[in-house]
T-cell receptor, first 112, second 114 residues
Framework: GESVGLHLPTLSVQEGDNSIINCAYS??????FIWYKQESGKGPQFIID?????DKRQGQRVTVLLNKTVKHLSLQIAATQPGDSAVYFC???????????FGDGTTLTVKP | DVKVTQSSRYLVKRTGEKVFLECVQD?????MFWYRQDPGLGLRLIYF???????EKGDIPEGYSVSREKKERFSLILESASTNQTSMYLC?????????????FGDGTRLSIL
């Protein structure tokens, strides 16, 4: 059967490994989801987004998966590099509300 | 690239002072937002604006007000600063339209109230 990953506040991976960061969202009416990366001393930076009519979207080295049945979002980073070390946030938008609700972040540490 | 500029990276003020945090974006975005970010509490929305002279309360508006006199500028005002308003403040902007768009953030203002 399909498993859904737990949200972890911290994640440590070896350089070159793949990373998976999980997020549970709260509002079943949310129809737009975004992943942000926040490096130390900087504001969050947009990585990738997905709308509710899709269940997967790929970018450069990143993939976002959306499971609306269990209200779960994940970010997969391929061949993780030291520059990927940061805090990663998911955010959900409800079109009617027009604003984002942010999840608890996950701190990713990449070990050389 | 969208640039969101916050006027100060670090700011130290005293209890009871009126504090102004300024934010300017250069991409003609309709939507602008103010958040505060605290350890263990994530990003919390203070106020947002969909247009000039328009404002909406977010999740934690108490003790704050905002001003948007021009489309590119969104100011956060602490009417009478208190120590519990010591925090990282983040401004963001986004395009309006039929579909939601990602927000673009500034690098934040770390505000200390003594």
């Amino acid at each position: 059967g399909e498993s859904v990953g737990l949200h972890l506040p911290t994640l440590s991976v070896q350089e070159g490994d793949n990373s998976i960061i999980n997020c549970a969202y709260s509002n079943s009416a949310s129809d737009y989801f975004i992943w942000y990366k926040q490096e130390s001393g900087k504001g969050p930076q947009f990585i990738i987004d997905i709308r509710s009519n899709m269940d997967k979207r790929q970018g450069q080295r990143v993939t976002v998966l959306l499971n609306k049945t269990v209200k779960h979002l994940s970010l997969q980073i391929a061949a993780t590099q030291p520059g990927d070390s940061a805090v990663y946030f998911c955010a959900e938008n409800n079109t009617n509300a027009g604003k984002s609700t942010f999840g608890d972040g996950t701190t990713l540490t990449v070990k050389p | 690239d969208v640039k969101v500029t916050q006027s100060s990276r670090y700011l130290v003020k005293r209890t009871g002072e009126k504090v102004f945090l300024e934010c300017v974006q250069d991409m003609d975005h309709e939507n602008m937002f103010w958040y505060r970010q605290d350890p263990g509490l994530g990003l919390r929305l203070i106020y947002f604006s969909y247009d000039v002279k328009m404002k909406e309360k977010g999740d934690i508006p108490e003790g704050y007000s905002v001003s948007r006199e021009k489309k590119e500028r969104f100011s956060l005002i602490l009417e009478s600063a208190s120590t519990n308003q010591t925090s990282m403040y983040l401004c963001a902007s986004s395009l309006s339209g039929a579909y939601n768009q990602p927000q673009h953030f500034g690098d934040g203002t770390r505000l200390s109230i003594l």
